[in-house]
């Protein structure tokens, strides 16, 4: 297997009012071409910063140190496609739908206006958006949350990126409509083979998509394995507190039902 | 008696013109001590149905009764007084709070405005709620923003029971919290519940919580009830179309257990 | 303090900063350096300036020392200028947050009457209200807050407007707290700092529209005024035109300064801000 971007000894730190914060603390680590990578952890655990890190998409004043080597050197923009947790911070809410997609083909396609209309319209058929002729003319403010991040999803694959990062992509979406998203994002990685960076605190549902899983926590890399290892045999403590944490639909009842009203 | 019992709560918005409803016929009662839960995606009418019950919005039709009188009938300062009874618990802890309050000051504001301790005393409240759900009294002079997420749903709490209230509503309380906290939250919550009685209306998307920590459950869809009845009962085998949605939907671990 | 060192890496802002202390330095020490009254005759009549060094600016047209004028102008033109802005941001603060707040009938009221006072050019508003009621400086400082709160309101209500629809506006209502306490202790202060951002240039209008009503000779006459001093020199413009241009440069550095040293504060928090 190909290693697509291999990571050694990445750290980042932010300045805030003049004090220096450590977001990333010497992470290494592989990410094989063509896999399903779930980053999991929680707040302040450094995983938003490592899928921005590797997006290069930090902000100039953070201080890197460590390097990420490519496989093939990317192209911001049209080789990773990025999908962030809020769609409507990530749509332009006066642009149309159509021309949103349309830009990002245009750009780096170098298709002419019609053929890159034309391609955001198949775009938004293959992300599952009900009814793409009308969805083509709507703005992002017409659309329910899942429908939004099915757009921002179209605009994120639409160069044909090699790398799919989601950043706690389905986050704020709910249960039926993550579920949606998920497969959706499964489907898309598949069909077209990218790798995928999947982004989230959840664990069960980073189990569900990924077939590795890397734990973070306060911007170190706690543990990294196949999801089975992961999920049946953590080597750290710290990865089976997040197992026992997730309250499933099988967890054993916190409710003490004896002092139950009748 | 029932603590709170709701009756044919309606509710309607207006989008581009027609109006939509968010809350369609929906009935329920909570018990003392009890937690009812409420779930459904977004948009079924869930947080609606909170603002409803807490009178942060008026409904269109309906009755609220709640400790035996005609909730929807107070108004100006037996409204104000009444509502120490009924207290609310926000998602996000950061947003619930004035942005430039300290602790003490959140947890003084319900103190002193239903004259509960003189401003002497309150000092010795205020530090006896923080030790109440857990936190370190010297957190007190701590602003709000300074303090971390699982310490401000603390907070949220303290000023939720600082009234002594029977019931109080859970609007995804726990959802923003990291897993690791939100054990220990939903702890805190069940030992308060266990010792004082005070019952919760728990709204959340989240079917594995509410399976672990409610009474009965009302399943919601686009305003209306789908489904309702014992929590473990109605989520290990729905009946209804958005129940089975929800329960196909939720993540699941599948861990091997020895 | 990073906020006063950023502040202070600002060049306007210091420029600005270091003008308004010579003002204030001017307006305090007034009374210490010329303890007399600055109305009364100090020498020949149009001195002009550098000529005799107890009068260093010259004397007017009736003696009076130019110099004695314009330190205790300096009082007036920032006592003035201060409670005028400083009355109009606390009224249009009020107006605005409970309009905003209350929403209804009563937004509806406080903004046609809001309406009603800016559909009226300010200074015309300010002109006809001393005309009226006869200049004082109390009187002078209410017609130019009148014409400016306008200003202030729509701002504040505007902040109230996305302000009460925040969690914690709902919160402090479970909690039973009265509205006017949530309107004026929870939504008010956060919806301030906008309003204040518009201080600086208030403030400096407040001073050119008391200039320019004592230069209409509609000043309070008991004190001596930048604007009284100039429409004084204009008499004698062709012969001794530095009785106009000594108050009038005056003038023109203390708006400045005001401007300059008001914009550097709001630069300072707007970075605080941007970053947090």
């Known amino acids: 297997m190909t290693v697509l971007a291999s990571i050694r000894d990445l750290a980042v730190t932010h300045r805030r ?104 319209r198949t775009l938004l058929e293959r992300v599952r958006l009900p009814d793409p002729d009308s969805a083509l003319h709507a703005f992002p403010h017409q659309l329910s949350g899942g429908q939004k991040q099915r757009v921002a999803i179209a605009a994120a694959i639409a160069a044909g990126p090699k790398l799919l990062i989601a950043d706690e992509a389905t986050s704020a979406l709910d249960t039926i409509v993550q579920a949606e998203i998920v497969a959706l994002i499964r489907r898309l990685v598949t069909e077209d083979g990218m790798t995928l960076l999947f982004i989230s605190h959840d664990i069960a549902l980073a189990a569900e998509l990924a077939e590795r899983i890397a734990v973070f926590r306060h911007g170190a890399l706690v543990e990294l394995g196949t999801t089975r290892q992961i999920i049946d045999a953590p080597s750290q403590a710290y990865t089976r507190t997040l197992l026992d944490a997730h309250i499933g639909l099988d967890a054993d009842l916190l409710l003490n039902r004896s002092g139950l009203p009748a | 008696m029932s603590l ?111 004259g509960i301790a003189p401003r002497t005393e309150r000092p010795r409240r205020i530090a006896a709620l923080l030790e109440r759900v857990g936190l370190a009294v010297d957190l007190a002079p701590r602003a709000i923003h300074e303090i971390s997420g699982g310490q401000r749903q603390r907070v949220a709490i303290a000023r939720a029971i600082a009234t002594k209230p029977s019931l109080i509503v859970l609007d995804e309380a726990v959802s923003a919290l990291d897993v690791s906290v939100r054990g220990q939250i939903l702890d805190l919550l069940l030992d308060l519940q266990r010792r004082e009685r005070i019952a919760f209306l728990f709204i959340s998307h989240d079917l594995g919580v509410v399976r672990a920590v409610a009474h009965r459950v009302i399943l919601l869809d686009a305003g209306r009830i789908a489904e309702s009845g014992d929590a473990r009962t109605v989520i290990d085998l729905p009946q209804s179309a958005v129940g089975k949605a929800l329960v196909a939907a939720a993540p699941r671990l599948n861990r091997y257990r020895p | 303090m990073s906020r006063l060192r950023r502040f202070l890496h600002t060049p306007e802002a210091v420029a600005g900063a270091i003008l308004l202390a010579v003002l204030f330095a001017m307006a305090l020490s007034a009374s210490l350096l010329f303890p007399g009254d600055p109305q009364a005759i100090a020498g020949p009549a149009l001195l002009p300036p550098f000529q005799d060094w107890s009068l260093p600016l010259g004397t007017d047209r009736l003696g009076r020392d130019v110099l004695a004028e314009l330190f205790h102008g300096a009082r007036t033109s920032l006592a003035v200028g201060l409670a005028a802005a400083a009355a109009a941001l606390v009224i249009g603060a009020v107006v605005g947050t409970l309009a905003g707040f209350a929403g209804g009938l009563v937004d509806e009221v406080l903004m046609r009457i809001a309406d009603a006072f800016q559909t009226v050019p300010g200074f015309l508003l300010a002109l006809a209200f001393v005309s009226v009621v006869g200049p004082s400086l109390g009187v002078v400082v209410a017609a130019i807050a009148l014409g400016t709160w306008t200003g202030p309101a729509r701002i504040a209500r505007a902040e109230v407007l996305s302000i009460r629809e925040r969690d914690y506006v709902a919160g402090a209502r479970v909690i039973g707290m009265h509205p006017l306490e949530i309107a004026f202790r929870e939504v008010l202060p956060n919806a301030l700092p906008p309003v204040l951002a518009m201080s600086s240039v208030i403030v400096a209008a407040a001073i050119l529209t008391e200039a320019a009503l004592s230069f209409l000779g509609l000043g309070d006459p008991n004190r001596v005024t930048w604007g009284g001093m100039i429409a004084e020199g204009r008499t004698v413009l062709r012969t001794a035109p530095f009785l106009s241009i000594v108050p009038g440069i005056a003038l023109v550095l203390t708006v400045l300064g005001v401007y300059l040293a008001g914009e550097g504060i709001v630069e300072t928090t707007a970075v605080r801000r941007g970053l947090s």
Not at chain 2, 24 to 33: H, K, L, Q, Y
Request: glycine share 10%; no cysteine.
């Open chain 1, 17 to 120: 009012d003049g004090i220096e914060v450590a977001a990333l603390k010497n992470v290494t680590l592989d990410v094989q071409a063509g896999e399903r990578l779930a980053i999991i952890g929680e707040s302040g655990s450094g995983k938003s910063t490592l899928a921005l890190a590797i997006a290069g998409l930090l902000p100039k004043s953070a201080r890197i140190g460590g390097s990420i080597e490519w496989f093939a050197p990317p192209l911001g923009g049209r080789d990773i496609g990025f999908v962030f947790q809020d769609p409507s911070a990530s749509l332009d809410p006066v642009m149309s739908v159509s021309k949103q997609i349309a830009e990002v083909v245009h750009t780096h396609l170098g298709l002419g206006w019609p053929a890159s209309r034309a391609k955001a």
């Open chain 2, 4 to 114: 709170l019992a709701v009756s044919n709560l309606t509710k309607n918005y207006r989008r581009t013109g027609k109006p939509v409803a968010a809350v369609d016929d929906v009935s329920f009662t909570i018990e003392p001590g009890e937690t009812l839960a409420l779930a459904g995606p977004s948009g079924s009418g869930k947080s609606t149905i909170a603002r409803l019950v807490l009178r942060l919005i008026e409904p269109d039709a309906g009755r609220i009764e709640f400790e035996g009188s005609d909730f929807l009938a107070l108004r100006g300062v037996a409204l104000r007084a009444r509502r120490a009874r009924l207290q609310m618990v926000f998602q996000d802890p950061l947003a619930a709070f004035n942005p430039r309050a300290t602790v003490a000051r959140v947890l003084d504001d319900p103190l002193r405005v239903h």
